[in-house]
């Protein structure tokens, strides 16, 4: 009677979260990323984002004026999302998220790695959107290829890391109701109406520029995102947006030919737009190159 064999592990698992903003259709290798999502609570009724409410809707409520507030993912649903892994045969899980600057997301997913039945990785993207989301990505991709659960964390972080992220808000009074910046700053960027550009930093938003006009703001979203293209050996792009699409979509083919690389577009997950309000835009730029000169990275 032969010996009994045991399975051999399975490829390790990616999980993240729905502030990704990733793309709603099929792909083949975002389809191996595991979301979990977060909570938007809309005058006291709680949804799931990606489940039980779009960013569309979210849009709408906002625009008439309804109370929105957002909450973090359980433990428990990291657990949730670990067991998954676990119960498919998975060597293990790297887990990558929005930055522990804006969320505790990362922080619920550390706690529930600590009990996890099989080994863990958790990564703080410190970024969001699609910074996070190509990062979640080309991790999936390098599972799917077979990579350890280190290299595959090693990954996550290098993307994460090259990705610059630029939005245009109509007003700063959503990340401010939200704690997501400071009354000064918010201040500074609507003082005469001016059109606040926003990048996130170090894991945090900052405001980086006011222009009088938001036509004038989205020709400078294009003329940053152009330079953070060419200064990256193999770019990702990507457009965001909340609520109205057309703006967007112009904005992506403007990109597109100027660049020569395909935008991806995709609303903003329903928790960021949230804190940004309706008529924001977003253009991210990532690096998926295998290694990119720390000189190019300083100059975003």
């Known amino acids: 009677m032969s010996p009994l064999r045991r399975r051999a592990p399975g490829p390790v698992r990616v999980v993240t979260d729905s502030t990704a903003s990733l793309p709603d259709a099929p792909d083949p290798v975002q389809d191996l990323v595991d979301v979990v999502p977060l909570t938007v609570v809309v005058d006291g009724v709680a949804a799931r984002e990606g489940e039980d409410i779009t960013p569309d809707e979210i849009a709408g409520a906002l ?145 980086v520029q006011r222009i009088r006009t938001r036509r004038a703001a989205v020709e400078r979203m294009v003329e940053v995102a152009v330079a953070s293209v060419e200064r990256r050996t193999d770019p990702a792009v990507a457009v965001h947006f909340v609520g109205v699409h057309e703006p967007a979509f112009e904005l992506a083919r403007e990109l597109e030919e100027r660049t020569g690389h395909p935008v991806l577009v995709s609303p903003v997950s329903a928790v960021l737009g949230a804190h940004t309000g309706p008529g924001t835009l977003a253009v991210v730029v990532s690096d998926l190159a295998e290694s990119t000169p720390r000189a190019a990275r300083d100059k975003d």
């Open 63 to 207: 625009g008439s004026g309804a109370r929105v507030t957002t909450s973090q993912p359980s433990r428990a649903a990291f657990e949730a999302a670990y067991e998954r892994a676990a119960a498919e045969g998975a060597s293990g899980v790297v887990s990558i998220h929005l930055s522990g600057e804006l969320s505790g997301t990362v922080h619920q997913a550390a706690a529930a790695a600590a009990t996890a039945r099989l080994p863990v990785r958790v990564v703080d993207s410190r970024s969001a959107a699609m910074a996070l989301g190509f990062a979640a990505r080309e991790a999936a991709r390098a599972a799917r290829d077979g990579a350890s659960g280190e290299a595959v964390a090693r990954r996550a972080m290098r993307v994460a890391g090259t990705g610059r992220a630029v939005f245009l808000v109509d007003s700063l009074d959503h990340l401010r109701r939200g704690g997501r910046l400071s009354t000064p700053a918010a201040a500074l960027g609507t003082v005469f109406g001016v059109r606040p550009l926003l990048t996130l930093r170090d894991g945090k938003i900052e405001l």
